[in-house]
Antibody, heavy 123, light 107 residues
């Protein structure tokens, strides 16, 4: 059974870059048929999909983030990371990583999730 | 983007009773609709995908329905472990979008 765990700084200053890492166990990112993605939930709001990555480099991103987001993989460590630049208070949220697509069908349900990590943007 | 609207925001139900949750899409998403259960401090859990198909290990008391752009999640005979937030998600069009969630609480 695949398990995912988010890690990274819990506090980020405005205008700086937020970086989170998701460690995968029970599946291998390399050669996996799955996409790996990030989703967040801001306080009092619904869930927002941020982007997804396939290990060979194909990415999909939510256009609402206007180019501030990127996702990359470290197949040796079996991890993938989220980078969000120029953060503001509006980026304060619980960030989840998940397994969320297939190579042949990139747009599918999210079949496994991490527990999430709260990141606060504040000076 | 496709807007997903869930109702009600909160549903108070007694254990052993039936709960029906609704999710409406702002445009057709076919049957590319999933339901998730989320308890505080835990990872969300996939319940239903393809609008009707239970994910592996999900009890039969959970069932999904669909009619056009209206989707339902029905939980027959609520168990104490079923009190949680439930949210829907469409994966017919990019970007994936989610509903705001329905909190199923003990009456």
């Amino acid at each position: 059974q695949v398990q995912l765990e988010e890690s990274g700084p819990r506090l980020v200053k405005p205008s700086e870059t937020l970086t989170l890492t998701c460690t995968v166990s029970g599946d291998s990112i390399h050669n996996s048929p799955f996409y790996w993605g990030w989703i967040r939930q801001s306080p009092g709001k619904g869930l927002e999909w941020l982007g997804s990555l396939f290990y060979s480099g194909t990415n999909y991103y939510n256009p609402s983030l206007r180019g501030r987001v990127s996702i990359s993989a470290d197949t040796v460590k079996n991890q993938f990371s989220l980078t969000l630049t120029s953060v503001t208070a509006a980026d304060t949220a619980v960030y989840y990583c998940g397994r969320d697509g297939l190579k042949v069908v990139p747009l599918t349900q999210v079949d496994s999730w991490g527990q999430g990590v709260l990141v606060t943007v504040s000076s | 983007e496709v807007v997903m609207t869930q109702s009600p925001a909160t549903l108070s139900v007694s254990p052993g009773q039936r709960a029906t949750l609704s999710c409406r899409a702002s445009q057709s998403v076919g049957t590319n609709l999933a339901w998730y259960q989320h308890k505080p401090g835990q990872a969300p859990r996939l319940l239903i995908y393809g609008a009707f198909t239970r994910a592996a290990g999900i009890p039969v008391r959970f069932s999904g329905g669909a009619s056009g752009t209206e989707f339902t999640l029905t939980i027959t005979r609520l168990d104490s472990e079923d009190f949680a937030v439930y949210f829907c998600q469409q994966y017919n069009d990019w970007p994936r979008t989610f509903g705001q969630g329905t909190n199923v609480e003990i009456k």
